[in-house]
């Protein structure tokens, strides 16, 4: 069946075609036509739809088809029906302002981007893709029935044991599992802590840091106050002259983005003053698995589990797509981060976390870390070859650990640099980026340049790209 409709502007003052087509019945034609109509914008709302004897006399159809085809559309809501005012196509809801405009899909990198040196990101291509979803069939397989039904908002007994272990075999961690809270990342367990209210501002943080996090912290309602970082970390000296402050959040494994751990008479110094003054010192312990020179420096945590909220994830280790971190916290904090965890919509994914602790019991964690340090050192080496070679002038820091290193520049020449960089589509940070708007004391000049984002095969000509620019 193809039959056409073309109402006379004398009907209702417009023009409109229906095609009636398909082997189902004519009123469900006629719906499917008038629904694409009104859907298309040719039966604009507010139409007044021609009665049911002169739409049925027009298409040869009975008077019942059309009569049940308007009371459908009625009935969806794509039509309105009034005694005395006919038949009309609905008026919807419009925003203020205009149509409701979509967001645009988020680029994962720079639109113009040709080399991808951007610090804090993994080598995606790496993803143990074969040895995580072996890990995910085994834990879906041994998982008993109550691990997919109303859970613990500490997240799985399962993860939070193999954490237990892992975390004091290689960070020198010391936990339970009942202190230990899953979460889905750093930024979760800030708003957790302080979105939430279960630790108040101001909050003391490194001179150079995430803006993300400042921002927020600032719509929390936290205000953060900045401490001076040199070449053993931040200056945690200055929290004696900080009276409202009762807690700090440091990046001591691994600073953020300068580089470097924190000096061992500083850990045990912000450990000294958080328990005189009552504190709590945050540690993000980022990049914490990924030390070059060394054996990784131990965290702060195990100096004082009761003074000290660890924070851990993956997103550096395997992906920032799985959304699994974990907070290790004093005894003290336990109840007030889960009743402000509460709703089950902030609980990470349960096969996930299942997965990941199978990782960790296996093994596979480990082999995993082992091989991306060997790969990364290598990246790691090739850029400071590169540069000793290509660009002598630049000074290399903040290498004996984490994915990223920082390339001092002479004073006043960052923003030329990164705008050179980025017309060679390089897609990379510059040092002032990090820092604190209220930071003491003159800005530092760099670049910081990760050198895991990059696939392997990549990596040479994002190399070769940055030693042109400079």
Not at 11 to 24: E, F, P, Q, T
Not at 280 to 288: I, L, N, R
Not at 382 to 406: C, N
């Amino acid at each position: 069946m193809a039959e056409s409709w073309v109402n006379s502007a004398e009907r209702i003052g417009v023009d409109l075609h229906l095609a009636l087509s398909g082997s189902g019945s004519r009123r469900g034609a006629l719906a499917v036509a008038l629904r694409e109509a009104v859907r298309a914008g040719r039966l604009s709302p507010g139409t007044r739809l021609p009665p049911y004897r002169a739409l049925a006399a027009d298409l040869g159809v009975a008077r019942n088809t059309v009569a049940d085809a308007y009371a459908e559309l009625v009935a969806e809501g794509w039509l309105t029906a009034r005694q005395g005012s006919g038949t009309r196509v609905a008026e919807r809801a419009k925003p203020p302002g205009g149509p409701e405009r979509v967001p645009k899909e988020v680029p994962t990198r720079p639109r113009g981007t040709l080399h991808d040196l951007r610090q804090g990101a993994p080598d995606a291509s790496a993803f143990p893709r074969a040895a995580w979803a072996a890990a995910y069939r085994r834990a879906l397989t041994d998982a008993p029935a109550a691990a997919f039904g109303p859970g613990d908002p500490r997240g799985r007994i399962e993860l939070r044991t193999a954490l237990t272990e892992y975390l004091a075999r290689v960070r020198g961690v010391r936990a339970e599992p009942e202190r230990i809270v899953i979460c889905s990342g750093f930024a979760h367990a800030l708003r957790l802590l302080y979105g939430e209210r279960v630790l108040r501002g101001p909050l003391a943080v490194e001179s150079y840091g995430l803006g993300f996090h400042r921002s927020l912290l600032d719509r929390a309602g936290v205000r953060t106050i900045p401490l001076t970082i040199d070449q053993d970390g931040a200056r945690v000296e200055e929290l004696s002259g900080l009276g409202k402050v009762r807690g700090v959040l440091l990046t001591p494994a691994h600073q953020f983005p300068t580089g470097g751990p924190l000096h061992p008479g500083r850990r045990a110094a912000v450990v000294d003053w958080a328990r005189a003054r009552g504190g709590v010192v945050v540690e993000d312990d980022y990049d914490g698995e990924f030390r070059y020179d060394r054996k990784p420096v131990g965290a702060v945590q195990g100096l004082d589990p009761e003074r000290v909220v660890y924070v851990g994830s993956v997103s550096k280790s395997l992906s920032p797509a799985l959304r699994l971190g974990w907070m290790v916290l004093p005894r003290h904090l336990v109840a007030g981060v889960l009743e402000a965890k509460g709703e089950r919509e902030a609980w990470v994914s349960v096969p996930e976390q299942l997965a990941l602790a199978e990782f960790l019991r296996s093994g596979a964690y480990d082999r995993h870390v082992r091989r991306m340090r060997q790969r990364y050192r290598l990246r790691r080496d090739r850029l400071v070859r590169a540069l000793a070679e290509r660009a002598p002038h630049i000074e290399v820091t903040g290498i004996a650990a984490g994915l990223h290193a920082v390339l001092r520049l002479p004073a006043g020449s960052e923003r030329a640099v990164t705008k050179a960089a980025a017309w060679r589509g390089i897609a990379m940070d510059g040092l002032a980026e990090f820092r604190h708007p209220l930071a003491a004391g003159p800005a530092a000049d760099g670049l910081v340049v990760g050198y895991a984002a990059a696939a392997e095969r990549a990596y040479g000509a994002a190399v070769d790209a940055l030693c042109a620019v400079l």
